[in-house]
């Protein structure tokens, strides 16, 4: 091996660790490798920033926007409120949800379905009476699976179609995956709606509640004598956060103040309104010499004055959480908000939650001012978990949002335009007719993904040119030497398939095209059913919760445990790879 070719392979081996590990965020993993590979001379400095230009990164985002332009349209919201039905039993409600949400990630990113679905599936259960784990999983798992069918389904597909444009000369069109990808991911859905969900272990109510959690709203008051008299409600918040006890207002004369009474000085008689555990509640009272003259519940309070709203949110990979506590990023300064409880895996934190730092995937429960939900959980960067009434708007706007969104695929398809300028057209149509406000446009990139990309596409290219690939390949094909064709794929899918599963499908499928290239060379065989391997398989990452954004997204939620994932997941990859070998020699052919 040549020095770059180590370099490389052990800048590859260490991003590969890192993203495994999880301790920091995939984006700054992939851009501090980059920098070491331009510091080192493997990757040319004119090349250093080429992928923040590259056609598979302006797709991916203005795919996003797209999708957020069909949804705040009521186009995609229209559709689920008209088929979902909550007297449905689980498996016809997982074959409609399922086959909702597979059409819809083919067409808008699979991520952004999912979060779109995921609360109406929520909603659903709890009306019928049954735990949202049931039909979670089966919802990501479709998701997942649609976004094979297309090319813009999912950023696989985008990176593999742009690498086929690099290496032989033309991408791949909007539906060439469709006839294998769209034939696996229907049999997936198949098995998912008949079998799959039949496999997850029963798991328990997962959405947390105030009556669960066992945490009071108390009203404390400020006796005659106090040493509290004449100071601020403010001065008092750092010894209430070591206490784990939320100061969520003030009453003074029988008015309730919440937002207002931060900066307001206590008076004798005035009574503090405080949110905890029993226990705490008890020893912030005796630390203070409070008087203890009322305890009272959420739901008494949400109707009373001001009020308050118990809000249920998923904590996300890009979330201003993530990582960091609710006490670090001054949630209840900043919104006056405060973290109840944390649904992690199935089990409920409840002591000190808003000292413990939270991850993706948790479900919070969180209690905050009135009608102020859908402004918080957008600067936490979360999920609401609870159907967020969105209202279909006229229906200019839903029927101008599908009818230019289908005008640029099918222009696309057609060979009219290239694909990333007809995504660009719909973009600008939708900002001029305000289906997406200019205010928001760049809200809805999704800027980690964009940041991996522009990071890895350049060490992707420096790994091929150095010849790193072909090592890879030649492996590859000593290892099956004298194998048949459709086991060399075979092993191939596998392989891409176990890399997806404890990584980023993006960064899988950047490392894992080449070399299905090169292998294809090596046998002298067409590159195209190696290409298809790939896409396949690099999106079809079932195992376990890190593997795919969606599986991480539902883990809080569905409450699930990280080995719950194998047990439908396994089967189904297996079923994956089963059905698309054939099809891929079929529509493919060496």
Known sequence: MTLDQIILFTLFFAVFALLIWGRWRYDLVAFAALMVGVATGVVPYEDAFSGFGHEATLIVALVLVISAGLVRSGAVYLITRTLVDSSRNLGLHIILMGGIGGVLSAFMNNVA???????????????????????????????????????????????????????????????????????????????????GWRLIPQPKTASLSATEIAQYVAELTVPEGSKMIGNRVIDYSEQAEKADVAIL??????????????????????????????????????????????????????????????????VTAESRLAGKTAQGVGLSWRHRAVLMGISRQGRRITNQVRMTEVRPGDLLLLLVPKDQGQEISEWLGCLPLADRGLAVTENKKVWSAIGLFAA?????????????????????????????????????????????LGSMIPLGMALESSGGTDLIAQGLVSLTSGWPAWAILTALMVVTMTLSDVLNNTATAIVAAPIGIRMAQTLDVSPDPFLMAVAIAASAAFLTPIGHKNNTLILGPGGYRFGDYWRMGLPLEILVVAVSIPLILIFWPL
């Open 113 to 195: 379905a999912l979060a779109l679905l995921m609360p109406v599936d929520v909603q659903t259960a709890k009306k019928a009476g049954r735990a949202p784990g049931l039909s979670l999983m089966p919802l990501s798992f479709a998701t997942i699976l649609g976004g094979m069918a297309t090319l813009i389904g999912t950023p696989p597909n985008i990176i593999i179609s742009s690498i086929r444009a690099q290496t032989l000369g033309e991408p791949f069109g909007m539906f060439d995956f469709a006839p294998v990808g769209g034939l696996a991911a229907l049999g997936g859905l198949a098995f998912v709606a008949l079998i």
């Open 249 to 314: 207002g003030l009453i003074r004369d029988n008015r309730r103040l919440y937002g207002r009474a931060r900066n307001t000085r206590l008076q004798a008689g005035d009574a503090l309104v405080l949110e905890a555990v029993p226990e705490a509640l008890d020893e912030f009272r005796s630390a203070l010499d409070l008087g203890f003259s009322d305890q009272i519940r959420e739901d008494q309070l949400k109707a009373d004055g001001e009020g308050l709203d118990i809000l249920e949110l998923v």
């Open 408 to 452: 640029a695929v099918a222009a696309a398809s057609f060979g009219l335009v290239h694909l990333p300028i007809a995504l660009g057209f719909v973009v600008i149509a939708y900002l001029l007719l305000r289906i997406v406000p200019m205010r928001e446009l760049y809200e809805h990139i999704e800027w980690p993904v964009i940041v991996l």
